[in-house]
């Protein structure tokens, strides 16, 4: 039976599809070819009282695993010299993640990266709103409807819970209680995005291999913003004939490049409001500081 020795728990919108992308390029590490399978948190959950949002069900269906056999599917072919690893962000915010991930791989390496919770919650309503999943016309709307969207089943993945989902300090508590702390690398969002290489080389050293490897990391994945043109972002990201032509004739490397291009002339980067930031600061302050105490760093900025 193949299962993980490392895991990529969150959080979503931390740069973790980037993330999943620079562990693969790695010789030693064999990532699961499916990004989200959310096994661990949705195994035993009670499926019918939640995935009850927009697209929720679908996006279940169509990304998920649930199921233990279809699980060990995903690293049938992974190499025995190498480490094997997975990234589903939902495994920071399931409350059932850890006691499932402690059940089947008790010794695994868990991988978390963390970014200021307003920010993230931001760049989550950003997103979803891009992929056209997102019906409230503004943030402050989201964030209003968030309680009943709860209480009604939505979620909790696709992650329409913006709010609750930024109270690290409380998540990360469940898997100190159950795993030794040299288990856990805690990052954060910020380095990633000043030097991404020595945040890989760092996660590099904790799984234990080759840590003088350099990934590319010239590529930002599932970057934020809002399109200019809709129609546009929707044929560079949706499956449709011209996508299609494209992808057959033009190689990989230039493909890329120039997806990166007219993403940058089509996408204006939404700026969150100073109010709305402040406010929300305020509800996560005693979580921050609780935060601090858990991985000993100092998280004074994520206040301002």
Not at 54 to 77: I, N, Q, S
Not at 131 to 137: I, R, S
Not at 267 to 289: C, G, H, M, S
Request: charged residues 20%.
């Amino acid at each position: 039976m193949s299962l993980p020795d490392f895991l990529v728990i969150g959080a979503a919108k931390s740069g973790t599809v980037s993330l999943y992308n620079y562990l693969k390029q790695h010789p030693q590490i064999f990532m699961s070819p499916t990004n989200e399978t959310n096994f661990f948190a949705l195994e035993t959950m009670e499926m019918a009282a939640h995935f009850q949002g927009p697209h929720d069900r679908e996006a279940v269906k169509d990304v998920c695993v649930t199921t233990l056999a279809d699980y060990e599917r995903l690293f049938a072919e992974a190499p025995k010299q190498q480490r094997i690893g997975e990234a589903s962000p939902l495994y920071l915010y399931s409350a059932l993640a850890p006691g499932r991930i402690k059940h089947y791989i008790p010794h695994a390496r868990l991988i978390v990266m963390l970014r200021q919770p307003a920010e993230r919650a931001f760049s989550n309503y950003q997103h979803y709103r891009r992929v056209g999943f997102e019906p409230a016309q503004t943030f402050q709307e989201a964030l209003k409807a968030e309680p009943e969207r709860i209480a009604a089943g939505w979620g909790p993945w696709p992650f329409w819970h913006y709010v609750q989902m930024g109270f690290y300090a409380e998540q990360l508590a469940r898997y100190f209680a159950l795993f030794e702390r040299q288990q856990i690398l805690v990052c954060l969002y910020d380095d990633f995005q000043a030097d991404s290489v020595q945040v890989m080389k760092k996660m590099y050293r904790f799984l234990g291999v080759q840590a003088d490897f350099v990934p590319n990391t010239a590529v930002r994945h599932n970057m934020g913003g809002q399109p200019r043109q809709q129609w546009l972002f929707a044929m560079m990201t949706r499956p449709n004939w011209a996508k299609s032509l494209f992808n057959a004739f033009i190689p990989g490397v230039w493909r890329q490049r120039l997806r990166d291009t007219i993403h940058a002339r089509n996408v204006v980067k939404a700026v969150l409001e100073t109010e709305v930031r402040l406010a929300l600061n305020e509800v996560y302050r005693q979580d921050i500081a609780r935060l601090e105490g858990l991985i000993g760093r100092d998280l004074g900025h994520w206040l301002v």
